[in-house]
Structures are given as structure tokens and as C-alpha cells.
């Protein structure tokens, strides 16, 4: 089991930028996929990305495409989401998620969760 810790989130102004950190421990990361959900207050988590083993392919959410952008350091055990262009809807708790097994933009196919971390756009 890979153990997952997000850092980077925090209040920004709509238009702002943040990069959103993970951190792996355990098994070793860099043979795994890994992805970014979100949820929001009163809403079902969402899809936000996810990248290949080897960091060549690259997956988005319709409504983030263009402004986030996910990358991973081959050999290193973290993964990063640029986030670009923010929206107040781009408001949620971000998770980062390891190991999938099935559709990848369905949350219940990742088996390693990291806590979440708070990212607030202001209008």
C-alpha cells in the first residue's frame, strides 16, 4: 500500500495560480499511475487528471483542460498539479490517488487516497 500526502493548496484570487503537491511512501510510486480528484461542498468527487507510469500521458477533466496541468518526476516519489487560470468553481478539496484498477475517471477504481488539501478561489 503506497501512502499519499498532498500539500500546496490555499486561498487564491480567481485568475491565480497554485501547484499541488503528493508525496508517496510505501510501495514504490514510480511504478504506479496517478491521478487528482476533487470534491466540493454538497457535490459527488470528481475526475480532475491523471498521468501514466512513465509521465508521457496525460488525462483531464473537460472543465480543467488547458488550465491544469498534472507531471510526475521519473524515479522520484511525487507528482504535481499546476494549476492555472483559477475559477471560484474550481473550489474543492484536492486528493491525490494511486493504483488504479479500471476507468480511471471513476474514484472507486483508485485503491491509495491521500488526505485532501483545501483550495479556496475567491471571486
Known amino acids: 500500500q503506497v501512502q499519499l500526502e498532498e500539500s500546496g493548496g490555499g486561498l487564491v484570487q480567481a485568475g491565480g495560480s497554485l501547484k499541488l503537491s503528493c508525496t508517496a511512501s510505501?510501495?514504490?510510486?514510480?511504478?504506479?499511475?496517478m491521478g487528482w480528484f476533487r470534491q466540493a461542498p454538497g457535490k459527488e468527487r470528481e475526475f480532475v487528471a491523471a498521468?501514466?507510469?512513465?509521465?508521457?500521458?496525460?488525462f483531464y477533466a473537460d472543465s480543467v483542460k488547458g488550465r491544469f496541468t498534472i507531471s510526475r518526476v521519473k524515479g522520484k516519489m511525487s507528482a504535481f498539479l499546476q494549476m492555472n487560470s483559477l475559477k471560484p468553481e474550481d473550489t474543492a478539496v484536492y486528493y491525490c490517488?494511486?493504483?488504479?484498477?479500471?476507468?480511471?475517471?471513476?474514484?472507486?477504481?483508485?485503491?491509495?487516497w491521500g488526505q485532501g488539501t483545501q483550495v479556496t478561489v475567491s471571486s
Open positions: 490517488a494511486g493504483d488504479p484498477d479500471g476507468d480511471f475517471r471513476d474514484g472507486s477504481s483508485w485503491a491509495d
Open positions: 510505501g510501495r514504490t510510486f514510480d511504478t504506479l499511475p
Open positions: 498521468i501514466t507510469v512513465a509521465g508521457d500521458r496525460a
